[in-house]
């Protein structure tokens, strides 16, 4: 095995051969590099894509801050080496190293990947390869390290459940510390790696999947999921922490650009508006805020931490945020003159938006983001996402005549019971908003339509519908580029198969994992980016394992369909996700939950910590009722009376 100082001296050699070195060297500022030797628990925290996206993704910077805070541990990055580097690594014959001691990603006790969607999955197994790791969990022993993952993509697990060893459903900033303790208690008793397996399957929020099997009916459709070990949870409920965490503020400082070189800070986390097609608004409930002063000093300190010249509150849905306006202020007159960037993401379709960019004072005028997602009242009844074409239209007005110049807009083609119209819709509405524009500001408006194409996910209303075949997204696709067109008019689209694969995985079961790792031994490798994803290749993989890969995605699942990923437990029920599946259908929207709960499941299930946590830090209402055991719960999902 290659020790740190020979993988340094050897990269010597390679680094000024490759594209971009500086993602592979390390040395920046606020990186920690702590004494290896003197260390307990060495945890590789790994993002399967490049340095340049992985560098600009706020829970690895949370996690990394939060282990490193440890006496005991430390956390050191891996990013996916581009194409060049990993062709020179491997001739090489240089393993996966970290960025801060340069350690063989093996060295490590623990594997962390952060997986936020499934096109990084064949990048995990390139990952786990290049840095001497066993790809299958049933064959790493005692001395190979624990590789677990979290992140929104695993709220499906099952498509990788053989390549990981544990995965982390939910937040990750309080279980973190409780698998370091796990694996050090494992350490020191000395047992089978099975125990290990075993105590962390204990842990709320771990999923251990060799703990249970699938079984399927004949046609190939899932059964139900049986837990191999007495003791494992069934279901496996997600962990989230009661009270957000003060924001990190340490943020290491990349010498090169990365996708977005900014202080980002979580002002809010969860979403209460239901939109139905949302993964991240079903599966980050509740909704919980950090205070204005909390935000404001926590930029105040990245700031002087970092020099960055860029903040991002992030959040779902900004608006929604219960001091917005407060916070706009205090950030607007706190940072005016600084030559700050402060940027404001995913408003709300109103002109109250406008006033809020308006109070940040500093921010650019340069173009401004609505997100209709659907063209039609009617369609945007169907997914739940109401606000009218006038208001929409009356947004845009504001928008331009306060300096604006471009506004772009975000639909996506392929909602469920979509007809041709509401694509033409798309075209029509995009020429509505430059009308306005033009009324404006003349001939200098501008409109950017982004239109991506609606993949169903799990733990979601539409986790029942079919998703558009090729030739269904490509026919529409078509449409809007003769449509969407002119001066004044951009329009940018996805390529079709990059949806599918998505989809594929989305919805997938435990028999994907062979598909992956064919299409993975065949060269799959970087899906999410459209120049190096080889289509011909994943279908290669479904027709040697026998699978049809339509079955993922293009059948409409009965409604008393069980999935693979019901044994994992968002806590929001599934009665109400088929209740709403089922309204969508009669165009019946919901207001905001704020306004009127609708039982979804989360109170029930954390009745225990909203009481802890009192008052406006949740945005559910304060309970009075007994906690019901999770279990029973869980039993409700299977009431088919909706049916
Ligand atoms: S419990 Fe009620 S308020 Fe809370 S997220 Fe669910 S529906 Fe919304």
């Given at each position: 095995?290659?020790?740190?100082?020979?993988?340094?001296?050897?990269?010597?050699?390679?680094?000024?051969?490759?594209?971009?070195?500086?993602?592979?060297?390390?040395?920046?500022?606020?990186?920690?590099?702590?004494?290896?030797?003197?260390?307990?628990?060495?945890?590789?925290?790994?993002?399967?894509?490049?340095?340049?996206?992985?560098?600009?993704?706020?829970?690895?910077?949370?996690?990394?801050?939060?282990?490193?805070?440890?006496?005991?541990?430390?956390?050191?990055?891996?990013?996916?080496?581009?194409?060049?580097?990993?062709?020179?690594?491997?001739?090489?014959?240089?393993?996966?190293?970290?960025?801060?001691?340069?350690?063989?990603?093996?060295?490590?006790?623990?594997?962390?990947?952060?997986?936020?969607?499934?096109?990084?999955?064949?990048?995990?197994?390139?990952?786990l390869?290049?840095?001497?790791?066993?790809?299958?969990?049933?064959?790493?022993?005692?001395?190979?390290?624990?590789?677990i993952?979290?992140?929104?993509?695993?709220?499906?697990?099952?498509?990788?459940?053989?390549?990981?060893?544990?995965?982390?459903?939910?937040?990750?900033?309080?279980?973190?510390?409780?698998?370091?303790?796990?694996?050090?208690?494992w350490?020191?008793?000395?047992?089978?790696?099975?125990e290990?397996?075993?105590?962390?399957?204990?842990?709320?929020?771990?999923?251990?999947?060799s703990?249970?099997?699938?079984?399927?009916?004949?046609?190939?459709?899932?059964?139900?999921?049986?837990?191999?070990?007495?003791e494992a949870?069934?279901?496996?409920?997600?962990?989230?922490?009661?009270?957000l965490?003060?924001p990190?503020?340490?943020?290491?400082?990349?010498?090169?650009?990365?996708?977005?070189?900014?202080?980002?800070?979580?002002?809010?986390?969860?979403?209460?508006?239901?939109?139905?097609?949302?993964?991240?608004?079903?599966?980050?409930?509740?909704?919980?805020?950090?205070?204005?002063?909390?935000?404001?000093?926590?930029?105040?300190?990245?700031?002087?931490?970092?020099?960055?010249?860029?903040?991002?509150?992030?959040?779902?849905?900004?608006?929604?945020?219960?001091?917005?306006l407060?916070?706009?202020?205090?950030?607007?007159?706190?940072?005016?003159?600084?030559?700050?960037?402060?940027?404001?993401?995913?408003?709300?379709?109103?002109?109250?938006s406008?006033?809020?960019?308006?109070?940040?004072?500093?921010?650019?005028?340069?173009?401004?983001?609505?997100a209709?997602?659907?063209?039609?009242?009617?369609?945007?009844?169907?997914?739940?996402?109401?606000?009218?074409?006038?208001?929409?239209l009356?947004?845009?007005?504001?928008?331009?005549?306060?300096?604006?110049?471009?506004?772009?807009?975000?639909?996506?083609?392929?909602?469920?019971s979509?007809?041709?119209?509401?694509?033409?819709?798309?075209?029509?509405?995009?020429?509505?908003?430059?009308?306005?524009?033009?009324?404006?500001?003349?001939?200098?408006?501008?409109?950017?339509?982004?239109?991506?194409?609606?993949?169903?996910?799990?733990h979601?209303?539409?986790?029942?519908?079919p998703?558009d075949?090729?030739?269904?997204?490509?026919?529409k696709?078509?449409?809007?580029?003769?449509?969407?067109?002119?001066?004044?008019?951009?329009?940018?689209?996805?390529?079709?198969?990059?949806?599918?694969?998505?989809?594929?995985?989305?919805?997938?079961?435990?028999?994907?994992?062979?598909?992956?790792?064919?299409?993975?031994?065949?060269?799959?490798?970087?899906?999410?980016?459209?120049?190096?994803?080889?289509?011909d290749?994943?279908?290669?993989a479904?027709?040697?394992?026998?699978?049809?890969?339509a079955?993922?995605?293009?059948?409409?699942?009965?409604?008393?369909?069980?999935?693979?990923?019901?044994?994992?437990?968002?806590?929001?029920?599934?009665?109400?996700?088929?209740?709403?599946?089922?309204?969508?259908?009669?165009?019946?929207?919901?207001?905001?939950?704020?306004?009127?709960?609708?039982?979804?499941?989360?109170?029930?299930t954390?009745?225990?910590?909203?009481?802890?946590?009192?008052?406006?830090?949740?945005?559910?209402?304060?309970v009075?009722?007994?906690?019901?055991?999770?279990?029973?719960?869980?039993?409700?999902?299977?009431?088919?009376?909706?049916?």
């Amino acid at each position: 095995m290659l020790n740190p100082d020979d993988i340094s001296r050897r990269l010597e050699t390679i680094l000024p051969t490759v594209e971009k070195p500086g993602r592979y060297t390390g040395g920046e500022l606020n990186q920690v590099v702590k004494n290896w030797e003197a260390i307990q628990t060495h945890v590789a925290l790994v993002f399967p894509d490049i340095y340049d996206l992985g560098m600009s993704n706020l829970g690895l910077a949370i996690l990394y801050d939060l282990i490193n805070g440890r006496a005991d541990a430390l956390a050191e990055r891996f990013f996916s080496p581009w194409v060049d580097m990993e062709a020179a690594l491997r001739q090489a014959g240089l393993p996966l190293y970290s960025l801060e001691s340069k350690h063989a990603l093996a060295d490590f006790d623990i594997i962390g990947f952060s997986l936020p969607y499934e096109t990084l999955y064949t990048n995990t197994l390139n990952i786990l390869d290049m840095g001497g790791v066993p790809l299958f969990s049933a064959e790493r022993h005692e001395q190979h390290p624990l590789v677990i993952a979290g992140g929104h993509a695993a709220y499906n697990p099952e498509p990788m459940h053989a390549f990981i060893d544990a995965f982390v459903i939910g937040e990750g900033e309080e279980v973190i510390h409780e698998i370091i303790a796990a694996h050090q208690a494992w350490e020191s008793s000395g047992k089978l790696r099975s125990e290990l397996l075993r105590s962390l399957a204990k842990i709320w929020g771990v999923y251990v999947p060799s703990l249970y099997t699938a079984h399927y009916e004949e046609g190939g459709v899932f059964e139900s999921m049986e837990k191999l070990d007495p003791e494992a949870p069934l279901p496996v409920v997600k962990r989230i922490v009661p009270k957000l965490l003060p924001p990190t503020t340490n943020f290491i400082v990349p010498y090169i650009d990365t996708v977005h070189n900014r202080v980002p800070i979580e002002i809010m986390r969860g979403c209460t508006r239901g939109c139905r097609f949302c993964h991240a608004g079903m599966i980050t409930r509740p909704v919980r805020e950090r205070s204005v002063e909390e935000v404001v000093n926590a930029i105040e300190t990245a700031l002087s931490k970092t020099g960055f010249e860029e903040v991002g509150l992030l959040s779902l849905s900004s608006s929604d945020y219960t001091h917005i306006l407060e916070l706009v202020t205090a950030v607007g007159e706190g940072f005016t003159g600084r030559h700050l960037s402060i940027s404001l993401p995913s408003l709300r379709i109103e002109t109250f938006s406008v006033e809020l960019m308006d109070a940040l004072k500093d921010a650019r005028r340069g173009g401004f983001t609505l997100a209709p997602e659907a063209a039609t009242e009617r369609m945007r009844e169907i997914i739940n996402k109401p606000v009218s074409t006038q208001q929409l239209l009356e947004t845009a007005r504001a928008i331009y005549s306060r300096g604006y110049t471009t506004i772009k807009l975000y639909f996506m083609i392929g909602h469920p019971s979509e007809t041709i119209e509401d694509v033409q819709a798309i075209a029509d509405l995009c020429k509505a908003v430059l009308a306005e524009g033009r009324k404006v500001i003349g001939k200098r408006a501008q409109v950017n339509a982004g239109v991506s194409t609606f993949v169903p996910k799990p733990h979601t209303p539409f986790q029942w519908t079919p998703c558009d075949t090729i030739e269904q997204i490509r026919d529409k696709q078509e449409l809007l580029k003769h449509a969407v067109r002119g001066p004044g008019l951009k329009l940018s689209w996805n390529q079709p198969e990059d949806t599918l694969l998505e989809a594929w995985l989305s919805r997938g079961d435990r028999r994907l994992a062979e598909v992956i790792y064919q299409a993975w031994r065949h060269g799959a490798r970087f899906d999410a980016w459209h120049e190096l994803f080889r289509y011909d290749v994943w279908m290669d993989a479904f027709a040697r394992i026998g699978l049809d890969p339509a079955f993922y995605t293009h059948r409409e699942r009965p409604i008393d369909e069980t999935f693979p990923w019901e044994h994992i437990s968002t806590t929001v029920r599934k009665k109400f996700l088929m209740e709403d599946y089922l309204w969508s259908q009669r165009g019946k929207t919901r207001v905001d939950c704020r306004q009127r709960c609708f039982a979804c499941g989360i109170l029930p299930t954390f009745a225990d910590l909203r009481r802890m946590n009192p008052g406006e830090v949740w945005q559910c209402p304060e309970v009075k009722n007994k906690r019901i055991p999770v279990e029973e719960i869980f039993a409700l999902e299977h009431v088919r009376e909706l049916g």
